[in-house]
Antibody
């Protein structure tokens, strides 16, 4: 059974960099059949896609966050990571990782497996 | 611009059926979507992918009570024989050319 688990600091100071890792178990991340994505949810609000990465390192990001987002993949550790720079209180959210299917054009499609999420609070 | 529109809330009685709607922006009316369920204090769960012709692929273990259908730019999620555990937020999601978009979500209350 595929499982995804987010990990990283729960508290980040304003202007610093948020760093999270998603460890995948039950399947290899080194498959051309999927992308691997990050989604966030501010308290009491809806879901916002952050970005997705393939095992080979091809990335797609939300245009509203693109300048601050870096997503990377480590196939040897079967995990992928998110870095979000220059954070503010508006970046406080539960951050989820998820498996992203391929669209017919081999770009990110829909999410079919989700992690349980991790709350990151931005505060001094 | 690729946009998904959902009503903020819906309600139905225990044991009844409810139909939730997700509307695609008019230029994208033929697009497929996915439905996700988020129970209180939990992470989202994939329910199904829903095509423009109404065909759908459900996720592992999703009960037969959950079904999908389509009409024009509208995509529907029907839940029959409502159970207490169906009280949740329901999100639709779509994708295009490397962009992924979520609807604002519908909060379903089971009365």
């Amino acid at each position: 059974q595929l499982q995804l688990q987010e990990s990283g600091p729960g508290l980040v100071k304003p202007s610093e960099t948020l760093s999270l890792t998603c460890t995948v178990s039950g399947a290899s991340i080194s498959t051309s059949s999927y992308y691997w994505g990050w989604i966030r949810q501010p308290p009491g609000k809806g879901l916002e896609w952050i970005g997705s990465i393939s095992y080979s390192g091809s990335t797609y990001s939300n245009p509203s966050l693109k300048s601050r987002v870096t997503i990377s993949v480590d196939t040897s550790k079967n995990h992928f990571s998110l870095k979000l720079t220059s954070v503010t209180a508006a970046d406080t959210a539960v951050y989820y990782c998820a498996r992203n299917t391929l669209s017919v054009t081999s770009r990110p499609g829909y999410f079919d497996y989700w992690g349980q999420g991790t709350l990151v609070t931005v505060s001094s | 611009q690729l946009v998904l529109t959902q009503s903020p809330s819906a309600s139905a009685s225990l044991g009844a059926s409810v139909k939730l709607t997700c509307t695609l922006s008019s230029a994208h009316s033929s697009y497929a979507i996915a439905w996700h369920q988020q129970q209180p204090e939990k992470g989202p769960r994939y329910l199904m992918k829903l095509n423009s012709d109404g065909g759908h692929n459900k996720g592992d273990g999703i009960p037969d009570r959950f079904s999908g259908s389509s009409s024009g730019a509208e995509r529907y999620l029907t839940i029959s024989s409502l159970q207490p555990e169906d009280e949740a937020d329901y999100y639709c999601q779509t994708w295009d050319s490397g962009l992924v978009v979520f609807g604002g979500g519908t909060k379903l209350t089971v009365l």
